[in-house]
């Protein structure tokens, strides 16, 4: 028996639920929230994604209708990702700076129907790509950082002029936040936010995303010359030091779950907004999972989302966005 007994029993502010509540020293609700969704060609066409159950890619006008029901549930934002026809993919990716590519028309069709989200969009190479990397590749295969760079940038003024708020560089080219900061800049976008993919590792988790997006298949090899080694720590915390420098004005952490240990340090660290991903292969898990009566499908995700928020997470990119918005308002 330790000498606080019974004085303290930390079981008497857990006797109900006022006192719980009254208690909780962190609450989700649906502003933490941003909504990836996969956008495909089409009129009025819904495709379901095979390694995400319960995930659709949505063609331009559906897209406007899930941004609609965002805003409604009292989502802040959504996350938009091309599954680019295959014919408009090439060596450079020169699709990317494409103003009519499937990105741009989505952002367009949001912001031209008013609607009150803020709109987010991936920028690194690997959905116009027709080997699926992030940047661009020398003959022998290597991947060519600083040649790279001028084609983000691109990217994103490209995006920032269709109407998106916060581009969000994925690629994890070194010097790349600096150099769209002064493209976004030098274009009259200095409105725009980057929230940067700072700490993304080398992960198995992004797999069915790569099915959602169509470049699974034409991945040539690995990410691991760019994106981090899931071993290391320290480098995390250098790669956020960067990407703050160079004008990022919020960072992510990716994959999520298996990496809260580097959200809750960046966070006290760098006291800047902290974001965290969780991944394709994470919703997979779960929803495979639960469909198969394992979990308690809405306790899981309130849970899992709850515990980013824990961990030091501003807000969770999540697939589950939609249905944790849900049992929030229920
Ligand atoms: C592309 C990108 C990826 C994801 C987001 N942006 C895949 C990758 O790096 O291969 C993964 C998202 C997910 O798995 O849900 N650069």
Known sequence: MTASFPALRLRRLRAHDWSRRLHAENVLTPSDLIWPVFVREGTSEREAVGSMPGV???????????AREAADLGIPAIALFPNTPQEARDETGKESANPDNLMCRAC????DAGIPVGLLTDVALD?????????????????????????????????????????????????????????????????????????KYASAFYGP?????????LLKGDKKTYQMDPANRDEAMREVMLDLEEGADS?????GLAYLDIVARVKDRFNAPVFAYQVSGEYAMMRAAMDQGLLDRDRAILEVLTAFKRAGCNGVLTYFARDAAKLLAA
Do not use: C, W
């Open 56 to 66: 659709e890619r949505l063609s331009v006008d559906l897209v406007v209708e899930a």
């Open 108 to 111: 367009r069709a949001v912001k």
């Open 127 to 199: 959905p116009y790509t027709s080997h699926g990397h992030d940047g661009l590749l020398s003959e022998d295969g290597r991947i060519l950082n600083d040649e790279t760079l001028g084609v983000l940038a691109a990217q994103a003024v490209n995006q920032a002029k269709a109407g998106a708020d916060i581009v969000a560089p994925s690629d994890m080219m070194d010097g790349r936040i600096g150099v769209i900061r002064h493209a976004l800049e030098a274009e009259g976008f200095g409105d725009v936010q980057i929230m940067s993919y700072a700490a």
């Open 209 to 217: 995303f790569r099915d959602a997006v169509g470049s699974g298949g």
């Open 251 to 255: 960072v992510m952490v990716k994959p």
